[in-house]
């Protein structure tokens, strides 16, 4: 996958898509207007990172491609795919435990810190996609 042509885009199913690993200068777009709320993607080789209104919302460490992200006030859900193994620190609820599922694989009980944030690691071969799933207990 070569990274979403304006860095960030609505799908058809009512998902977003963003982040484009293959840059090696950072690039942004902010003011990306999608279900009433302000997006901005910043993102390049080293980081990808998406806010709402603001607020922090997704980082990889290094960049990623992150398609088909949908929330609701239950789960998560995206696909991503990087060139390495990558960090990814998802906003949610403060002190709240999660199902993980990696990959169709279960990783277990994960619970976010006082400030929501949730921390995977995913190991990642480049040109795979791999399917995140974090359903709220």
Sequence with gaps: MAGIADLIAKGNDGSLSFGNYELDSK????????????????????????????LFVYESVPGTVVTEMKFTDQQ??????????????????????????????????MKTNLGGKLVLSVEMDPGSVYEIKVVKN
């Design 27 to 54: 690039q942004k777009r902010s003011d990306f207007e999608f279900e009433g709320d302000l997006y901005k993607v910043k993102t390049f080789k080293e980081i990808t990172k998406l806010e709402k209104n603001g």
């Design 76 to 109: 998560v859900t995206f696909q991503v795919e990087g060139w390495e193994d990558s960090s990814i620190t998802l906003e949610l609820e403060p002190e709240t435990e999660y199902d993980v599922t990696i990959a169709g694989a279960a990783i277990g009980k």
